[in-house]
């Protein structure tokens, strides 16, 4: 297939984008690398440097390369600054992502993947998270989320695009080899942080909150690797001519926040100072998604489910670009 990747030069999209080369797959890349890297874009990509706002530059797009499938990663991710800023997200993202359906369904085109969130899920009410969890979005990132999933829905009944939704919580590691890997700023993620304090680029890292009813009083959070995301993104793509589908994606098991910083000393083989600080508002004490129809409906388990593979993939990455993609 010809893929447009919107997002291509950010971190989970740059790997999808290398993993659809990999097996042999055309595509190109949309991003305004507001967040993204040109440097993170596979080689053999066509490049195309725009904004999702700009409908004459994603028109032209759709004209000139032809696709015959979407994966949309561009928008902004961060649940924090979505409740200081909610505009940028009920906004920026629900305008941008309705902008580029329009110009899918106006170019025929009929198989779209959205890279969606569990962020639908604010309290969930069993654990792991499956699909029937009732959609309760905690912050208006995750609410831009599920109007474009609605949005998918109606587009699915009344134009005949198939869609896959695929909704997660910490994508982590990098690609082995240490081609690419994550590179944000500001950074958030809890493994990158910790690993600069073992760069020497942070003095310790803060654990929010150590008194949870947890295995150890830290939050237990979900961390699936970024290549097995991938994998997941590519195997929803294929399906579509079966139908369209909404899939939770998680590694199958929870890590505490102390567990990870544990594992990222053995693996960097550094102290690690971490500091022990209030909780934040509204951390759950527990967030897990199951992944059980996704394994079920289409064979997919993850490759690198270890959370030491993660963090030595990441490692690798981030020892080898201290500075990111500046390197």
Excluded at 23 to 39: E, I
Excluded at 166 to 192: K, M, Q, V, W
């Amino acid at each position: 297939m010809k893929v447009l990747v919107t997002g291509g030069a950010g971190y989970i999209g740059s790997i999808v984008t290398a993993e659809l080369i990999a097996q042999g797959d055309h595509v190109v890349v949309f991003d305004n690398l507001s967040q993204g890297h040109r440097a993170a874009v596979h080689p053999e990509a066509a490049f195309i440097h725009a904004d999702l706002a700009d409908r004459a530059a994603l028109r032209a797009a759709f004209d000139t390369h032809q696709v015959d499938a979407v994966m949309h990663f561009a928008s902004n991710t961060l649940v924090g600054e979505s409740m200081a800023q909610p505009f940028l997200y009920l906004g920026n993202n629900v305008t941008n992502g309705l902008n580029l359906l329009q110009e899918t369904v106006a170019h025929n085109v009929h198989r779209f993947i959205l890279s969606s969130t569990a962020n639908l899920f604010d309290k969930p009410e069993r654990m792991p998270i499956s699909e029937k969890e009732r959609i309760v979005p905690g912050s208006p990132y995750g609410e831009s989320k599920y109007i474009l999933e609605r949005m998918l829905h109606w587009l699915d009944r009344v134009s005949g695009l198939r869609y896959a939704a695929l909704r997660y919580f910490n994508a982590a590691g990098a690609a082995p080899g240490g081609e690419r890997g994550e590179d944000h700023s500001p950074e958030t993620h809890l493994i990158p942080l910790v690993l600069q304090v073992a760069l020497n680029q942070r003095e310790h890292v803060t654990i929010f909150g150590d008194d949870y009813e947890t295995r150890d009083g830290t939050c237990v959070r979900d961390y699936i690797h970024v290549i097995d995301l991938a994998q997941a993104h590519i195997l929803a793509l294929r399906a579509l001519d079966e139908g369209s589908r909404t899939y939770n994606l998680g590694n199958g098991q929870g890590f505490t926040v102390r567990g990870v910083i544990d594992t990222c000393r053995e693996v960097t083989g550094h102290s690690i100072p971490a500091v022990i600080g209030p909780r934040r508002p509204g951390d759950p004490a527990d967030l897990v998604a199951s992944s059980d129809r996704i394994r079920e409906e289409l064979g997919w388990s993850p490759r690198y489910p270890s959370l030491r593979t993660i963090v030595e993939h990441a490692w690798e990455w981030h020892r080898t670009h201290p500075h990111g993609y500046g390197d």
